[in-house]
């Protein structure tokens, strides 16, 4: 698909194509400071960061890749979520940022960004010196808690993970509707009002196209496969994060349950967290209260 002349949300940072391991990502870096990596989540791509960032970049040099599949990165084939599993897309972070010169680095993701964040934590904690998750729990422990309210609230994962080609063929058919009623229904007000609208033009560009509406589908059938699998291989193992790490959750956002930190917990010993009053896109619903506690814990 052709990329029209998209807004600037980030001025003064540079964009670079960096091959990652099996996928070229599209990069935006900019900020001063020691290297901190900014992932998104679905359904967006690395603007989602743009209110933050002022704040961020001040302190850090913020690396802002778009994951595979996603934004303006290639798209990598996939057959029942094979190529999208949140493991090879930490070895694309891991790889790029090789290619970057940073053997060390601050990592912290939003929605899928962030189970790419933890499963780096496991794979790859010897390269990361702090970890912060957005808005989430482990993949497996949502599955374990899918009851039926839960299930109504979180349905894309199921549906998502359908096989191919039904949710491709559904979603292709109204994309801009199912992409907005996706993104008002999971803010604390249930609507667009806190997303910039030149954000939501980067968003509806990239989630018309065919191929990435079946990338991101082969990333939600990882998370129904792969990922599920490698987080009860973990589990099983006894292996934990040990990296520091600090989970923040939005008050209204989708992480299931009353204390998410218990839940990291289990998986990231020393984990640390707090609630931020908004829903599940805390980084543009409320981005002063974000921004000040991911300072605290990265400045730390």
């Given amino acids: 698909m052709a990329v029209p002349n998209l807004p600037e949300l980030f001025p003064g940072f540079e964009t670079r194509m960096v091959e990652g391991d099996g996928a070229t990502l599209h990069v935006r870096i900019g900020g001063e400071g020691p290297p901190l990596v900014l992932l998104h989540g679905y359904p967006q791509c690395g603007v989602m960061w743009h209110k933050v960032v002022p704040d961020l970049s001040k302190h850090f040099t913020c690396i802002i890749p778009d994951l595979r599949g996603y934004g303006q990165s290639s798209i990598p084939a996939s057959q029942a979520g094979q190529g999208y599993s949140k493991r090879a897309m930490g070895q694309d972070i891991a790889a790029m940022m090789t290619r970057l010169g940073h053997e060390s680095f601050a990592l912290v993701g939003h929605d899928r960004g962030a189970r790419v964040a933890y499963r780096m934590g496991l794979d790859h904690g010897d390269r990361l010196t702090r970890i912060a998750v957005l808005d989430i729990l482990p993949t497996l422990e949502y599955w374990r808690q899918m009851d039926w309210r839960y299930g109504l609230k979180i349905y894309h994962w199921l549906f998502l993970a359908q096989p191919y080609p039904l949710p491709e063929n559904l979603i292709s058919g109204a994309s801009t509707y199912y992409l907005q009623h996706?993104?008002?229904?999971?803010?604390?007000?249930?609507?667009?009002?806190?997303?910039?609208?030149?954000?939501?033009?980067?968003?509806?560009?990239?989630?018309?196209?065919?191929?990435?509406?079946?990338?991101?589908?082969?990333?939600?059938?990882?998370?129904?496969?792969?990922?599920?699998?490698?987080?009860?291989?973990?589990?099983?193992?006894?292996?934990?994060?040990?990296?520091?790490?600090?989970?923040?959750?939005?008050?209204?956002?989708?992480?299931?349950?009353?204390?998410?930190?218990?839940?990291?917990?289990?998986?990231?010993?020393?984990?640390?967290?707090?609630?931020?009053?908004?829903?599940?896109f805390v980084a543009e619903e409320n981005p002063e209260e974000t921004a000040e506690a991911l300072l605290a814990f990265l400045r730390r």
Avoid at 213 to 239: F, K, P, S, V
Avoid at 272 to 280: D, E, P, V
């Fill in 182 to 280: 996706t993104l008002a229904s999971w803010t604390a007000a249930r609507n667009l009002s806190v997303f910039d609208a030149r954000a939501l033009e980067h968003y509806r560009t990239f989630f018309a196209d065919p191929a990435r509406i079946h990338a991101l589908c082969e990333d939600y059938r990882a998370g129904a496969g792969l990922d599920m699998d490698q987080d009860a291989a973990d589990r099983e193992a006894g292996r934990t994060i040990d990296v520091p790490l600090l989970a923040l959750w939005g008050g209204h956002g989708l992480a299931p349950g009353s204390s998410p930190l218990d839940v990291w917990r289990e998986w990231a010993p020393g984990a640390q967290g707090q609630a931020i009053n908004a829903g599940h």
